[in-house]
């Protein structure tokens, strides 16, 4: 029998427009450009809501009376915790790498070191264990930060809220209310995303019965990539080059000459604008207008300009991390940083899912057509040449 050519046999490569599983935590309408949690709007969301609320409403599917979210916040608070065990063997970490890799080994020592997230054979001790990781993330990755600027890290706040204490965190000074705001919602605006590469990710471990902190690794190690949430800091970096619009002009010249991809822009389900860039944007400019510093808007807003004239009608126009850097650096925040925001924020999405995949689990497993050779003889390593 012949075997079909490669060019022949249909398969959706990069997994595009299968549909794996039902949920109810979000979704994602690409042609509209709409983007809800719960069926709750994220315009509304950011507008109204908090990261705390919005995480119980992933969780639990519905938004939280006053008693419900005081509960959920108390726990969140008293899991803000991270060992200091672990904080001493990330210290301890061979290298300076970057702090996606160290938010990474970070959650895996956690694993090692807390013997109840082990046991969490059940699925309620599953999700409080994910509830304990999304209340450790922002504590583990401003710890990261400042173990990088070779200062101690900063316990946390229990007074403050989850954005508030991850800002306080960082710097060890009490957050301004309209940054506190700022990084709120950028927190709720990053926290689910459809089945995105790294929820993705999240639940093939946990399909297999794998443990929760393997399943946020694994997604932590997806998001770091720069097609995925690692191209926020690769947009700073691109815009920080250039001193004025028309430098970045010639730049986007040149990579369309090259057929370079250019980084914030594109998007797998989105053929439109992505309703996080809008939101972003116009936090970008009011904070740049702040600080008084508008270059990177200005190059942005260049870029945007150039790129959607020329490829919009591709659908590649801005994606959610083309502004978001913008403002984590006028909030003074280093750029190594921004892809473990997203995580700090992320980690809600991903245990959403998994939780909601596990009460009607299935292991995910698809399949690659072989096209290669066949049959071919055993030859004995000494009669290779
Ligand atoms: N700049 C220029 N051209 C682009 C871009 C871009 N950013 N993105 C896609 N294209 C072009 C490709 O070159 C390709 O062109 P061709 O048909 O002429 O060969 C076409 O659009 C399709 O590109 P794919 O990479 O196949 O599209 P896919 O749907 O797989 O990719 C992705 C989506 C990975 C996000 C892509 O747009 C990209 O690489 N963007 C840049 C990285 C980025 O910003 N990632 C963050 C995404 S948001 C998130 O994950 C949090």
Same mark, same amino acid.
Not at 41 to 60: G, K
Not at 233 to 256: H, W
Not at 327 to 348: E, K, N, Q
Not at 362 to 372: D, E, H, K
């Given at each position: ?63 939280p009376t006053r008693s419900e979210l005081a509960g959920f916040t108390d ?44 046991? &969490? ?34 316990? +946390? ?92 002009? &010639? ?125 071919? +003889? ?8």
């Amino acid at each position: 029998m012949t075997k079909p050519s490669e060019k022949e046999i249909e398969f959706a490569k990069g997994l595009e427009g299968v549909v794996a599983t039902t949920t109810q935590v979000g979704s994602v309408d690409g042609t509209a450009g709409k983007l809800a949690y719960r069926g709750y709007d994220v315009n509304d969301l950011a507008e109204h809501s908090t990261y705390e609320e919005t995480v119980y409403l992933l969780l639990y599917g519905a938004l939280p009376t006053r008693s419900e979210l005081a509960g959920f916040t108390d726990k969140l608070v008293g899991y803000r915790t991270v060992p200091e065990e672990a904080l001493a063997r990330i210290r301890d970490l061979p290298c300076p790498c970057h702090p996606m890799s160290m938010l990474r080994s970070g959650i895996s020592l956690l694993e090692c070191i807390d013997d109840a997230c082990r046991i &969490a054979e059940n699925l309620e001790s599953k999700q409080d264990a994910g509830i304990q990781l999304i209340g450790q993330m922002a504590t583990l990755a401003a710890a990261i930060s400042r173990i990088l600027e070779q200062k101690p890290p900063v316990a +946390p706040d229990p007074e403050l809220s989850h954005a508030g204490n991850f800002l306080y965190m960082l710097s060890g000074r009490q957050p301004e209310p309209l940054a506190e705001r700022v990084m709120d919602i950028a927190l709720i605006l990053h926290a689910d995303h459809g089945m995105n590469a790294s929820t993705f990710a999240s639940m093939v471990v946990a399909s297999t019965l794998s443990d929760i902190h393997s399943a946020v690794s694994s997604g932590i190690a997806t998001l770091k990539g720069s097609l995925h949430g690692g191209a926020n800091e690769r947009v700073i970096r691109m815009l920080e080059q250039f001193s004025t619009p028309e430098e970045a002009l &010639a730049y986007v010249d040149k990579a369309m000459e090259n057929k370079e991809k250019i980084m914030g822009f594109g998007h797998r389900v989105y053929k439109t604008y992505d309703p996080r860039a809008r939101i972003f944007q116009r936090y970008a400019r009011d904070l740049s207008e702040l600080t008084g510093d508008m270059k990177l808007y200005n190059v942005a807003e260049a870029i945007e300009k150039k790129v959607v004239a020329t490829l919009g009608h591709k659908g590649i126009l801005p994606n959610v991390d083309f502004y978001s850097g913008i403002i984590y650096h006028a909030l003074g925040i280093d750029a190594t940083l921004f892809t473990p925001i997203f995580a700090v924020s992320r980690v809600a999405g991903w245990v959403a899912r998994i939780m909601e995949y596990l009460e009607n689990n299935r292991l995910f497993r698809p399949r690659a057509v072989y096209v290669g050779p066949e049959d071919l +003889p055993y030859i004995p390593i000494d009669q290779r040449g």
